[in-house]
């Protein structure tokens, strides 16, 4: 299965409306995956940003798990910064993220991103379970050819 990144992008973009000033698609790794922002926001600023959220998603993912003995699979952040709100979710096997004014209002912000998580989960998630399973035929052929 093959995904557009051009279609992805307009598929973010959805959300772009009111505060929302950015979407992205992190992998859990902290690469910019797919970006749609307003015009001020450039993909210098959402890498460095995809970056930095996962890396604060990671610890927070562990912390679930042994501080509040849970099982350590955070569902939804939400940060307040000087500059506005970053929300993010799991998404696949990457993170959602969505940017937005300090004006934005959270519940809103909330829904958009819930909204397009539930949009975008079935596509994104078959293309994660492919991508999984072409990775470990690719990792037995090197055991494989490693034994010889």
Not at 38 to 55: F, G, K, Y
Not at 113 to 126: E, F, G, Q, W, Y
Request: charged fraction near 20%.
């Amino acid at each position: 299965m093959i995904l557009r990144q051009k279609v992805l992008v307009e598929v973010l973009g959805e959300v772009n409306t009111g505060d929302v000033v950015a979407a992205q698609l992190v992998s859990r790794e902290g690469l910019l995956l797919c970006f749609s922002g307003a015009a001020s926001e450039t993909t210098n600023q959402a890498a460095v940003s995809s970056a930095l959220l996962s890396t604060i998603w990671g610890q927070f993912d562990k912390g679930t798990g042994a501080a509040f003995g849970g099982s350590g699979h955070l569902k939804e952040v939400v940060l307040e910064c000087e500059d506005g709100y970053i929300a993010a979710c799991p998404l696949a096997n990457m993170l959602l993220v969505l940017r937005a004014r300090s004006s934005a209002k959270l519940g809103l912000l909330r829904a958009k991103l819930h909204t397009l998580r539930n949009h975008l989960n079935d596509p994104l998630t078959i293309i994660a379970e492919a991508n999984a399973e072409e990775m470990a035929k690719e990792k037995r052929k090197k055991t494989t050819a490693d034994d010889y």
